[in-house]
């Protein structure tokens, strides 16, 4: 369902602290290039508005209550992108982990990476890991950053995780269930989403979170990702409070 792309603040206040409130929001973040084509700008210079965006956001959810925020930064497939584009988008992620960490921590959110950081170079995989390193403790809004992350290729590797436990003996094949697959994956201790938004009028997932998805609402915006704003997270929350979650099971 598309949403509506503002929200009142009273619509937004009936949202915030309830049993309505999604415990964990996942976003894909798309439409920076087409923000800055729109203006006759590098797709750059939609990345770097992006990153208002991403501010923006981790506020809006410390704010409404939101206990994990997942942003899609960076997909597997990115790396097929321009060269220059590429590099674009790398100095720009540490760029804000090394000018953003101070306030992170100070706010309370803890940092998390998911995907495959060997790709990056050295230099970026240590300063994530420090990242996560001096935000672990902290509680307030977990933040999950997906980066060179693709979903399919997440299932395989947790396929080869649970051959390499049987075959040591370590795990009894027949005792191999959802949940303990589940424990496998680079989301093993986070909760599934609650809420899977996308902006910019796309409405597929994009090889995110295919296996946490399975019940996750979906929730598509025609906003941009560097115009979003929060009313625009609020009116996701709201959409979200609409919604039945029967998980499969028959109304009541």
């Not at 307030?140 to 980066?147: E, K, Q, R, S, Y």
């Not at 560097?226 to 028959?250: I, N, Q, V, W």
Request: glycine share 8%; charged share 25%.
């Amino acid at each position: 369902m598309v949403i509506a792309q503002t929200q009142t603040a009273a619509d937004l206040a009936q949202t915030d602290g309830s049993a309505s409130v999604p415990s964990h929001v996942a976003i894909i973040m798309d439409g920076n290039g087409r923000w800055a084509k729109a203006r006759g700008l590098p797709r750059v210079a939609g990345h770097r508005a992006g990153v208002q965006a991403v501010r923006r956001t981790i506020e809006a959810a410390i704010k409404h209550h939101v206990g994990w925020l997942t942003l899609y930064a960076f997909s597997s497939e990115n790396w097929r992108r321009p060269a220059a584009e590429v590099s674009d988008l790398t100095g720009l992620l540490r760029r804000f982990i090394k000018s953003e960490l101070a306030e992170l921590d100070a706010n309370g959110v803890r940092l998390m990476v998911i995907g495959d950081r060997g790709r990056f170079d050295a230099d970026l995989q240590a300063e994530l890991a420090r990242a996560e390193a001096t935000t672990r403790n902290n509680t307030n809004l977990t933040l999950i950053v997906a980066l060179s992350y693709g979903a399919r290729a997440e299932i395989v590797t947790a396929v080869q995780a649970a051959l390499a436990e049987i075959t040591a003996g370590r795990l009894d094949i027949a005792s191999l269930d959802e949940a303990s697959f589940g424990r496998l994956l680079s989301t093993g201790d986070i909760p599934d989403p609650d809420v899977i938004l996308r902006t910019s009028g796309e409405q597929r997932l994009s090889n995110f979170l295919l296996w946490q998805s399975a019940y996750a609402e979906l929730v598509f915006t025609d906003v941009l990702w560097p115009d979003f704003t929060e009313e625009h997270f609020a009116a996701a929350l709201a959409e979200y409070a609409r919604r039945e979650r029967r998980f499969g099971a028959r109304p009541g």
